[in-house]
C-alpha cells in the first residue's frame, strides 16, 4: 500500500484560526484532526510505515512545560503527541519541568547516550533552554569549554506557547501533529545558532536577540506577569513606543562570506563540518556609531502569527549567516509603520533609517548606560532623541530568544553554523508567482 502524508506551507502563509482556540481539541486544526482521526484509527497501517524510515527515533526524552502560555502543554502531548508515539512504538522518559532552568539541570546529569533524541514541548523559552543545554551539555561530554560542540542529539519542538517562533521556522506552520510526525519519521534539519557573550564570558547560546525597542518592550512586558500574555504584549508594546527613544551605541559586524553560503541557498555540508569563523582578524569590521530605535540579530527567520513572512526573511534554517537589522532614530509614526510592515508580505525594510546585513558576527557597545527600570517613574518625562545617562553599574535589557537578560557591557554576537539538529525541515518558498491558461 501507499503511505502518505503531505503537510508542507510556503514560508509566511498563515493558517486560517491559528490562534490556539482550536475546537477539536488542544492544538488541533480541523483539517489536522481530521488526520489525527484517521492515523488513530489504523495504528498498526501507520506502525508498520512508521517504522520503515532508518532515522526515525526509538527512545526519547520529554521534557513538558505546564506552565508555558495558557498551560496547556500537558493536555497538548497526552491529546495529540503522545497517541502517536505509541502508535509509532517510541518509548519516553519525561519530566515535567517545575521551575526555570529545570531541563538545564537535567540535562547536564542524565546519560544521554540512553536516548535517540529529546523532545520540548513548551514555548519559545523552554525551546532556548534545551538548546542552550544541549549545546553546553555537548562541550562538557567533549571537555571543550571554550569552542562551542554541535549538540550530539536532535531536538523536537512540540509548538505550546504563544509565539513559537522555533517552532513556526522549522515546520511552517504551528501544529503539534505536524511537529510529532516529523520526530516519528526522523526528518532531521541542522541549523544555525549564536553565542551571546560579554567580557569574554558566554550569556548563552539562542537563535535571536534583541537590543533596544525589543528589549526594553520585554522588560516592561515582564513586570506585568499577571496579565494575560496578549494583554501583557500590547501594554508593553504601547508603553515602550509612548516612551519611545533611540539607544546611543557603537554597531560593529562583519559580513558573511556570499562566496560559502548563500542568503537563500544552502551550505556544503561537507564543507561545514570544520568551517568556522575564527578568523576574525583577517576580516575587515565595519563599524557605525550612532542612535538606534531598535538591533536584531537572527539566524532564523523567525516566523510567527504576528510575522507571517518572519523578523528574519532573507536568512534561513543552515545558511551559516544571521541577518542583522539595525533600525536607526526616526519619528514614532515611522517606527510604527516600519512596525506594521511585518503582519503584510513585504516592505518592512524599505525605509530610509532601516539597514540590513547578511553577518557571520556582530559587537554592540552601548556608549552611555541606561537604567532602563527609571522609566516607568510618571514623574519623568525624557526627550526622544536624548537617551539617558546613568550611574556605573546600570544594566540594559536585551531580549535573547524571547527571555530576558540584562547585561551591562558590550556584548559580542557570534554566528555558528549547524550547531544543533531539529526534527523539522527547511520551510521553501513557494513560487511567487502563478500562471493559469485556462481563461
Known sequence: ?????????????????????????????????????????????????????????????????????????????????APLFKMADIRTDITVTDRKGHSLSVMKECKLDEYDGVVCVGGDGSVAELCHALVLR???????????????????????????????????????????LHIVLGHLQQVDMCSFSS????????????????????????KKRWMSSSRR???????????LRPED?????????????????????????????????????????????????????????????????????????ASLIAVGNASRSEFIKHLKRYSSSSGQFSFPFVETHSVSAVKIRPRSLIGWSEEESDEEEYSRSTPIIQSEGASFPWNIDGELVEIANEVFIRVHPRLITLYGEEVDEAESTVSCSCI
Open 1 to 81: 500500500g501507499l503511505f502518505l502524508i503531505v503537510g508542507r506551507e510556503e514560508r509566511g502563509s498563515k493558517r486560517e484560526g491559528d490562534t490556539r482556540q482550536r475546537s477539536p481539541g488542544p492544538g488541533l486544526e480541523p483539517e489536522d484532526y481530521s488526520l489525527y482521526t484517521w492515523l488513530r484509527a489504523q495504528p498498526l497501517h501507520y506502525q508498520r510505515h512508521a517504522q520503515g524510515f532508518s532515522g526515525r527515533p526509538r527512545y526519547v526524552k520529554v521534557f513538558i512545560n505546564p506552565s508555558s502560555h495558557k498551560k496547556e502543554a500537558v493536555h497538548i502531548y497526552r491529546d495529540s503527541v
Open 138 to 180: 555537548a562541550q562538557l561530554d567533549a571537555n571543550s569549554p571554550e569552542k562551542p560542540v554541535r549538540a550530539v542529539l536532535p531536538l523536537g519542538i512540540i509548538p505550546a506557547g504563544s509565539t513559537d517562533v522555533v517552532s513556526c521556522s522549522v515546520h511552517g506552520v504551528r501544529d503539534p501533529v505536524t511537529a510529532a
Open 199 to 222: 567580557n569574554g564570558q558566554l550569556v548563552r547560546y539562542g537563535f535571536s536577540a534583541m537590543f533596544g525597542f525589543g528589549g526594553r518592550s520585554l522588560a516592561r512586558a515582564e
Open 233 to 243: 504584549r500590547e501594554y508593553a508594546l504601547v508603553k515602550t513606543l509612548a516612551r
Open 249 to 321: 551605541c557603537q554597531l560593529s559586524f562583519l559580513s558573511a562570506k556570499t562566496s560559502s553560503s548563500s542568503l537563500f541557498g544552502h551550505r556544503d555540508q561537507s564543507k561545514d563540518q570544520e568551517q568556522e569563523p575564527e578568523s576574525e582578524v583577517e576580516e575587515s569590521w565595519m563599524t557605525n556609531q550612532g542612535l538606534y530605535l531598535s538591533i536584531s540579530i537572527m539566524s532564523i527567520p523567525c516566523l510567527s502569527p504576528h510575522a507571517p513572512q518572519g523578523l528574519a526573511p532573507n536568512t534561513s534554517l543552515d545558511n551559516g549567516s
